[in-house]
């Protein structure tokens, strides 16, 4: 069954309205409402984001002509391919095109809504590095600070958080590092494992660890692992605790929190492309990388206020969407949490991609022409990504509008992106 709507001038009005009760609620007290916490606790505070949101810089012509591509899109790569899950395109403060479908539970009357809270998988990423990016611009942190001063245990004394930020640590990926210390009977396995077992299992066997830090890109979940026990170090807060009171809630992201083991039976499940439920293993505790549940409209309002260059540091977040890694030829890139397409005429596509379990996740924030692609779909399809193919309505990427060309046509999504790309 099909559930979708075209979201306009209304979502538009809604967005002006939370910014005004923000402008209201903050009339009253100067920073969001947040539980009582100790003495010495360090809560990052953006400032409220404009009410000037970012207007599209389409016609009235060129939207509708982009409405009509992305409809064609959606009805030949999400209703063609049966895919569950969420979907969002805006330009601008507008958003031009969002629906929803599928199932969000095992029970089949329980149908996707627009407010069901879906894993983003390595999306995850990017919301993390934004508030290790606060953190920088409030001077708790500094990007070439090393991880050993914030945990003088940590064995590699020339990992930074910039290393961590931009996956050029060396370290090696908690879900094969730590089975393979199980295979080897140096490590008892647990039927889960925290963010804290990631650092000590580093800091213990260190030894059958090679570190090449700032030598090369190899991306791995446990740097932005880590970063989640340096937010939580620094601040003196949990980190879904801290997402949640310092970017969420001010945001109005509403329908978003970070997963904890203590609320996994609430969480939405994701599916095999056959739709038998995926179970969950032992890595699920493990947050910072992955965890963040959230609804495509939630994540627009993210991405609205990272358009906003009063909310961020407008030098940190540019300095973030540009490549770290220059050893290797071509187009792929990292900055500081997230992904990119960097071509030589200058222009760059800012993304980030997820996979876990059957979640297949995209997000696609263009700076230079206020675009917002959202694709997060909880019953595995690899054709979530071919969404990318729609950044070329916007913006001249021959590549893509080639793909999406393709799509249209009648032909099968492209498989333009490998989960870890």
Request: net charge positive.
């Amino acid at each position: 069954m099909k559930f979708y709507k075209r979201l306009g001038s209304k979502f538009k009005f809604s967005l002006i309205c939370v910014s005004l009760l923000s402008v209201l609620h903050s009339c009253k007290k100067d920073s969001v409402t947040i539980k009582d916490h100790k003495p010495g606790v360090y809560i990052p505070k953006f400032p409220n984001s404009s009410q000037e949101l970012p207007a599209s810089p389409l016609n009235g012509a060129q939207k509708e002509l982009a409405k009509q591509q992305i409809k064609s899109y959606y009805d030949k790569t999400w209703e063609g391919g049966n895919i569950s899950g969420q979907f969002l395109v805006a330009s601008g403060d507008e958003v031009l095109f969002s629906a929803f479908r599928g199932i969000a539970g095992t029970n089949p009357e329980l149908p996707m809504q627009e407010t069901t809270p879906l894993h983003i998988a390595s999306i995850s990423k990017s919301l993390t590095a934004v508030m290790v990016l606060k953190c920088v611009s409030d001077g708790k942190l500094k990007l070439d600070q090393t991880l050993q001063s914030i945990f003088p245990k940590f064995p590699f004394p020339q990992i930074t958080i910039q290393d961590l930020l931009s996956h050029r640590s060396g370290l090696p990926r908690y879900e094969y590092l730590i089975p393979d210390l199980v295979k080897k009977k140096k490590l008892i396995p647990k039927n889960s494992y925290s963010n804290q077992d990631v650092l000590e299992i580093i800091s213990t066997y260190n030894k059958e660890i090679s570190v090449l830090a700032g030598k090369r890109f190899s991306y791995a979940n446990t740097n932005f692992a880590l970063l989640a026990l340096v937010l939580e170090k620094i601040t003196g807060v949990p980190f879904p605790e801290l997402m949640h009171e310092s970017l969420f809630q001010p945001l109005g992201m509403n329908n978003t929190y970070v997963l904890e083991l203590k609320n996994l039976n609430k969480a939405t499940p994701s599916f095999y492309a056959n739709s038998r439920q995926h179970p969950w293993n032992e890595y699920e505790g493990i947050y910072g990388d992955k965890n963040v549940y959230t609804t495509a409209k939630d994540l627009y309002k993210f991405s609205l206020a990272l358009f906003d260059p009063k909310w961020i540091n407008p030098s940190l977040l540019s300095e973030a969407m540009t490549g770290k890694s220059t050893e290797k030829a071509g187009i792929k890139n990292y900055g500081y949490g997230f992904r990119l397409k960097e071509y030589p005429d200058g222009s760059k596509i800012v993304f980030h991609t997820g996979w876990w379990h059957g979640s297949n996740t995209l997000f696609i924030h263009q700076p230079k022409t206020k675009t917002t692609i959202i694709a997060i779909g909880n019953k595995y399809s690899h054709s979530i990504y071919s969404a990318m193919s729609l950044v070329s309505i916007f913006e001249n990427f021959p590549d893509k509008k080639e793909e999406l060309n393709k799509i249209l046509i009648g032909g099968t999504p492209a498989d333009t992106l490998s989960h870890s790309e």
